[in-house]
Each structure stands twice: as C-alpha cells, then as structure tokens.
C-alpha cells in the first residue's frame, strides 16, 4: 500500500460542495448521535514567533462510511511580512480507521476553506429564510470566495454585497463572480440587511450592531477562532436565535467567547448546537424567528469528512503523488 500526497491543486479539484456539504452535516450528525470522537482542540501558543500551532483529531461514523483523521494547523500574524508565507498553513493526515494506515497527506489549507463554506452552508440550511437571495459578506479574503461558493449551493443567491477595508480585495471578489451573480461592494450594514450574512473578519472590536442587521438576516459568525475575537456586538447575539457548533469550542475561542468570559453570555442564551438541529432534536428556523446567528469555530470532525471526500475522489480519477511512506511497497 501507498499514500497518496494531495496538494492545494490537488484538495481543490476533488472537492465537490454539492457532495461536500452533505458529508459535513453527516459529520455534524454523527458527532450528536455520539458516533464521532474528537478531543479537545490542542493549542501550542509560540509568542515568540507571534503565532501557534493547533492539533485537530477526530474519527466519525456515518453509518455509510467511517473516517479518522488529523489536522496540524498553525497561524502565524507575520508570516506574510517577514516570510512571504500564508498567516494559515494545515496539513492533514487522513488514515484508514480499521488497521491505521496513512491513506493520505493533503493540503489542510485548501481543505479547511472547503469544509468551512460547507458548514455555514449547512446552518443557512437550516436557519436562513427559505426564499433568500442575497447575502452579504463581510472580509474578502480567502474564505468569502468558498462561502458564496458554498451558500450558493442551497439557496438561490442572486444579489452579493461584499464589504472591506480593502478596495483591491473586494474588486479582486467583484470580478471574480461578476459573471454568475450581482456583486456589489457596500458598508458592513449594506451586507448585514441581507438574507444572510457571513462575517470572515479577524477583527477583535465588533463591526455589527443590531442596527446593522436586517429583521430576518440569517448570520455565520466565521471569522473568530481565538480568544478576544469579536466580531458583533453583543445586543445581537443577545437577540438572536444563537446557534453554536460546539459549546467548548465557542466559548473558549468563537464569536461568543468575548460577551461569554465578560458574564454577558451564558447557557440560557444558546438556543443549541448546530448537530442538535441537523438531527431534529430542535427546529431550524420557525416563523417566529427574527436574526439566526451560527458561531462556528470549525471541528475536527468536518476536515476528516472533507478528507473523506477529497481522497475518494481523488483515487477515483488517479489524481495526485502515490508515495512509499512506510517503506512496505
């Protein structure tokens, strides 16, 4: 046996979002029927190089397939300044749960853009009004391309507002979708009267207050995955129907993890987790509901079922490197 190298290139072509999304909600409800396994995310802070490094294992069962899997990640603020290299770097180590074998090592950067737009498409799913056609983004890096890539995917998006600090990143967006939606750039409230919203921002003082937000705006709050992040303020959260993917996660380093250390935020507050409602041990969005916010902070879980798919796909179609790693070829 070998296993198979994946790069970014390679990660990117074997990642489908209309199979994707559905693996990552089997993902979400493998982890509430207690068939997934996921310690604790691991930090390793190095302040010495202004960064960290996070370790993210997980194994689930689907009842169709099962997994294993784990993520090394790091995010380092000056690498882009003093290294030419990505802030975020992952690589994933995909294994063969019966017998441990590493099937294979594949770009965890491109990955986690890729699971991370499938899982705010699963919560607009669920949360989102049933007719939305705009949504709004706030951040136009990276991760803004996958989530309308993702959200696209289950909602019939026709109108997009982006908005940044960054006028070159936002029509570098602009232009990059101009041909399959109307894309505008706007203000954060411009994007926050939409029917959804995904806020991708590594912001630390909140840019969206409850003015800035539509009646019924359906929220991902993507951005925050550190302690002191913070990206809207807290009378939203305080008003919303507040949906989270994992209670330890959120309140150690989600969107809610500010107002949640300063006593703002507690249990009665969260409506749920996002497994709880895949599952249908709560409802997604009712008549009655005004803004639905998902503070997703990404699990282990879901880059093991975007492993899933990628490293199917990718033996099916004989894409990427087959390399001897153990030496029994």
């Not at 790069?7 to 997934?36: C, K």
């Not at 005004?290 to 879901?302: E, K, N, Y």
Request: proline share 4%.
């Amino acid at each position: 046996m070998e296993t198979l190298l994946l790069n970014s290139e390679d990660v990117h072509h074997n990642t489908s979002m209309a199979e994707l999304i559905p693996a990552i909600e089997q993902a979400f409800a493998a982890y509430e029927n207690g068939n997934a396994k996921m310690p604790a995310k691991s930090y390793i802070d190095l302040p010495k190089y202004s960064g960290d490094f996070r370790s993210m294992p997980a194994y689930l069962d689907t009842g169709e397939w099962d997994a294993a899997g784990i993520k090394w990640v790091n995010v380092h603020t000056d690498n882009e300044e003093q290294f030419d290299l990505p802030t975020v770097m992952g690589t994933m180590i995909y294994s063969e749960p019966e017998n441990a074998f590493p099937l294979s090592i594949m770009d965890g950067t491109e990955l986690t853009m890729q699971r991370t737009g499938a899982a705010a498409a699963v919560a607009t799913d669920h949360l989102a009004v049933e007719d939305a056609s705009s949504m709004g983004i706030v951040g136009a890096g990276v991760q803004a391309y996958t989530q309308l890539e993702a959200i696209s995917e289950i909602r019939d998006i026709e109108e997009v507002v982006v908005s940044d600090l960054d006028e070159a990143r936002v029509n570098e967006f602009i232009d990059t979708f101009s041909d399959r939606f109307t894309v505008r750039s706007g203000t954060p409230r411009d994007a926050g009267h939409c029917d959804v919203l995904s806020t991708v921002t590594p912001v630390r003082s909140p840019i969206l207050g409850p003015e800035d937000v539509g009646e019924h705006t359906h929220i991902n709050a993507m951005g925050a995955d550190a302690e002191g992040k913070h990206e809207i303020e807290d009378d939203v959260l305080l008003n919303a129907k507040l949906v989270i993917d994992d209670h330890a996660q959120c309140t150690h380093s989600g969107e809610i993890n500010v107002p949640w250390a300063n006593g703002v935020l507690d249990d009665d507050d969260l409506y749920g987790e996002i497994g709880q409602i895949v599952v249908g041990d709560r409802a997604g969005r009712t008549d009655d509901d005004g803004v639905t916010v998902f503070d997703s902070t990404g699990l282990a879980i879901q880059d093991v079922a975007a492993a899933h798919v990628v490293y199917e796909h990718a033996n099916e179609r004989d894409n990427g490197t087959n390399f001897d790693l153990l030496g029994l070829a």
